[in-house]
């Protein structure tokens, strides 16, 4: 684009503008085309940003616009009102509210953005989506008194110096697996127990990998599905410590991760950014 170009352009949205700014303050209504027109002027970064914000500042003139992001999102703006959160497209046109995905990545970028606003939302989601009752007839439970859990019974891996969190796991289990490589991403400290959820294989091959010469290792290698070197017997009954405290707090499935720090539980497979969140909660959210 040359100069001359660029003049004309930014002459045409100041006209446009003007227009705009000149109905609402006579008490006229903006019509779609007038707005559309204002809105599809080309900018740069910065200018569809504010074009953006004006074009929902007319159409939404009561909702308060905490940030604006039009990037990353497939032509999509991300909105976020206070701790609302939504989507429109660049003209404003169209808004939509629900749960966006990247295909490519496979992120829930809805949910990643939701948990940096409030953090602690995980855990409230995960105590109402999660009604079915454990054989102990207890519900799980928001938060669990970590204090409760023995000193052995657990393999530690990851970011030794990260927030820790407590993974609760089967090594038969496939989310689980796939949980080990977003608690990598995330930068944090696992401290992984056991519980066999799938029986009799399950328990055996808990005992092999807390028995091992180097569990964390072990770990890993019993995810991958490799055979584990016969190992040295050692004592496994905080491996049924383990599982008497899931059974008591309600745990019905595999993974389940606590945090360390207060005990608050959230239950399932999750990815790098929710864990992130989950693991370092606001400070005034954290009490």
């Known amino acids: 684009m040359n100069f001359s170009n660029f003049k004309t352009e930014v002459t045409s949205l100041k006209s446009r503008a003007a227009a705009i700014t ?3 303050a006579s008490g006229g209504i903006v019509s779609g085309l007038v707005a559309a027109s204002f809105i599809s002027v080309p900018a740069n970064a910065a200018g569809l940003l504010q074009d953006v914000r004006t074009a929902i500042e007319l159409r939404l ?18 909105v976020v009102s206070e701790k609302t959160l939504f989507y429109i497209d660049e003209r404003a046109r169209y808004l939509f509210v629900g749960r966006l995905y990247d295909m490519e990545s496979r992120a829930d970028l809805t949910a990643a953005k939701l948990l940096e606003l409030n953090p ?33 019974g657990a393999v530690h891996w990851g970011n030794k110096s990260g927030p820790k969190l407590i993974v609760f796991s089967d090594f038969a289990c496939g989310y689980c697996k796939r949980l080990t490589g977003e608690l990598k991403k995330a930068g944090v400290h696992v401290e992984e127990r056991p519980i066999s959820i799938f029986g009799a294989s399950s328990r055996k091959l ?10 964390s290792a072990a770990l890993h290698k019993a995810y991958s599905g490799a055979k584990l070197e ?8 905080s491996l049924d410590a383990n599982e008497a405290f899931a059974k008591k707090h309600g745990f019905s499935g595999t ?3 606590v945090r360390a720090s207060d005990g608050a539980v959230v239950e399932g497979f999750r990815q790098a950014a929710q864990i992130r969140a989950f693991a370092n909660p606001k400070t005034k959210e954290a009490r």
């Not at 808990?206 to 569990?215: G, M, W």
């Not at 016969?230 to 009954?237: G, I, M, R, V, W």
Request: with cysteine; hydrophobic share 30%.
């Open 255 to 257: 993974p389940v991760i």
């Open 206 to 215: 808990a005992e092999q990998v807390l028995c091992a010469d180097d569990p």
């Open 120 to 152: 602690d939302l995980l855990v409230a989601n995960a105590k109402r989506e999660q009604p079915k009752e454990s054989q102990s007839g207890n519900r799980t439970q928001a938060k669990v008194p970590v204090s409760e859990l023995p000193k052995q």
């Open 61 to 78: 003139p009561k909702t308060p616009i905490t940030s604006l992001n039009c990037k990353g999102f497939g032509g999509l703006c991300e």
């Open 22 to 24: 000149l109905a609402v």
């Open 230 to 237: 016969s190992s040295k017997s050692c004592d496994t009954k």
